[in-house]
Every structure is written in structure tokens, then in C-alpha cells.
């Protein structure tokens, strides 16, 4: 593993959630690393702790602009692509954003790291591209319909990385993410992923909506086994590992009723109103599918994946994170 100390990482949308944790990992570790972000949903607080490191460097451009991407990609070792819009409601209101970041920054990603002979790309695919299929667990061959333009976008991802492999010989790797969470996850504004929500509106003693019955289950993966999964794409040696995908999950579901439940329980510890907080269910949500678990399986097999946080145990974490960062 010593071999790429001396490296430097690219990592796009590194002002982000995902992306910043990535920062810091990989700088705890001595890598050289340069974040790309505009700021659109990424934030500067997330950064603000790197930006003295000798080792980290702040490109503020756009992946929509071929040539921030050129730029940023200059002596560039590997590249980490987080930079996306999320949020499939996001999408269904407007798709050509979606698009254009998602579709056409990414084209612009691959194109740069390409020409800078970049040794690897590993990019956030995502569990939304299983789509309409029906079958759990989710096997990384058999996939359905997409059901938003999100999803849709995300899958394209997958179809251009796997032409660049084939086409220009560029090592790429996607990791479908299922339902990441953990530090540093914005829990503010219209498209605030669930956990974060929850969170804050319990701290507030707020009720949380759920939409549907909250049967709905999903593989909520904590950050810590996405780190290391980009951490295994990036040093892995096995040239079957490359040029292809992987779920990126802990394989184990959780319904949005005892996700509640547990939130509940971890944050009465510190505050003994919240367990007696009403939780309220609202209709189900457009291009929402009901269930979502990983097989992780050939991430074990190809990658040696060995993810160390369960959901409750990563839940725990974040709750802890969330009491002391944002009360």
C-alpha cells in the first residue's frame, strides 16, 4: 500500500459530503490531494480545516468547463469523480441540469483524465441504477428500467466509463453507492438526504415525515466503508478489478420505520424529549423504489472489501457527530 504515498488525487465535488471525507482520509495518509468543486452543493466549511495542508489544493471551477477539468487533472495520479447533482426529485423538476452535470461533466471528466494519462478514474455510480428490477439482493449484472432522469444520468456514467476502457484504455472503476451517511452530510435544504434530515428534526423535536407506511428498506452504508472502497479501487493490483462496477454498500436493509427507531433511541441518550417525538407518514414519493439492498459480494471477491461499520454502528457514529457539530 506504500507504493502510492507519493501520489496525487484528483477528487471532484471534494467540498462535498463524500468528497470531503475522502480529502481527509486520503491526506491523513500523505497523499498529495486537489479538490475541484463550484461550491453548488459542496461547502467551504467542509475544506476549511484542509486548506493549510501543503498537500491539499483548492481548484474552484465547474466539471461543465472542459478546461477546469483540464486544469485540475495536470500531474494528477488518480481521480476520485464525486461530483454530481444528486437527488432524484432534484431531477424530476429539472432534468436538464441534472444532465448537464452529470451526463456532460462527467464526458468532460473522462475526456481530461484521458489525455493527462491518468492512471486510474473511479467514479460514484449509483444503486439507482437497479431501476425497476425487482430482485434483492441487487447483483451488479442485472439491472432494470431507470425510474428518474437521475438514475438515467448515472447509468450513462456507467455506459461511457466502460467505452473509455474499451476505446482509450482507461482504467475505470464505478462504485454504486447505496444510501451513504455519516459526518459532515448537510442536513439543510430541499434535497437533504433522509438520515440528516431525521436528525436534525428530532434535535429540534421536530416530527419527521416518512414518506409511505415507512416499510420502505434501504442499505444505508456508512462513510467509513465508502472510504474504504474507494481506497481498494484506487490501490487495487488485480487487473479483473478494473473497468468494471460495484455495489458500494454493507449488505443489510433497514425500513424507514426502524431507521426512525433507532434515531430515536441514540439521540434520547442525549436528549430525553426526543423518544416521546411524534413521527408523522406523508405519501410516497415519485420514482422511489420500495426496496434496495446489496449483494457485496464481488467486492469482496475481486476487491478483498471488508466493510467495518454496520448500519447501526455507523448510525451511532453520525448521531454522535451530528449532537456535537450542529446543537
Sequence with gaps: MGENIN??????????????????????????????????????????????????????????????????????????????????????????TTNDVNVSGFLNMLVASRDAKVKRFIYAASSSTYGDSVGLPKVEDVIGKPLSPYAITKYVNELYAEIFSRTYGL???????????????????????????????????????????????????????????????????NTEAVNTVYNTAFGDRTTLNDLLKYLKEYLSKYDSRIANVEIIHGPNRAGDIPHSLASIDKAKSLLHYNPKYSMQEGLKEAVEWYWNNLK
Excluded: W
Excluded at 177 to 194: C, E, I, L
Design 7 to 96: 501520489s496525487t488525487i484528483l477528487i471532484t465535488g471534494g467540498a462535498g459530503f463524500i468528497g470531503s471525507n475522502l480529502c481527509e482520509y486520503f491526506l491523513s495518509k500523505k497523499y498529495k490531494v486537489v479538490c475541484l468543486d463550484n461550491f453548488a452543493t459542496g461547502h467551504r466549511h467542509n475544506v476549511k480545516l484542509f486548506m493549510n495542508d501543503p498537500n491539499f489544493t483548492l481548484i474552484e471551477g465547474d466539471i461543465r468547463n472542459l478546461v477546469d477539468c483540464q486544469n485540475a487533472v495536470k500531474g494528477v495520479d488518480y481521480v476520485l469523480h464525486e461530483a454530481a447533482l444528486g437527488s432524484v426529485p432534484r431531477s424530476i423538476i429539472d432534468p436538464v
Design 171 to 237: 482504467e475505470t472503476i464505478g462504485l454504486r453507492y447505496f444510501n451513504v451517511f455519516g459526518r459532515k452530510q448537510d442536513p439543510n435544504g430541499a434535497y437533504a438526504a433522509v438520515i440528516p434530515k431525521f436528525v436534525m428534526q428530532l434535535m429540534q423535536l421536530e416530527s419527521p415525515i416518512i414518506n409511505g407506511d415507512g416499510n420502505y428498506s434501504r442499505d444505508f452504508t456508512y462513510i467509513d466503508n465508502v472510504i474504504q472502497m474507494n481506497e481498494l479501487a484506487m490501490i487495487t493490483t
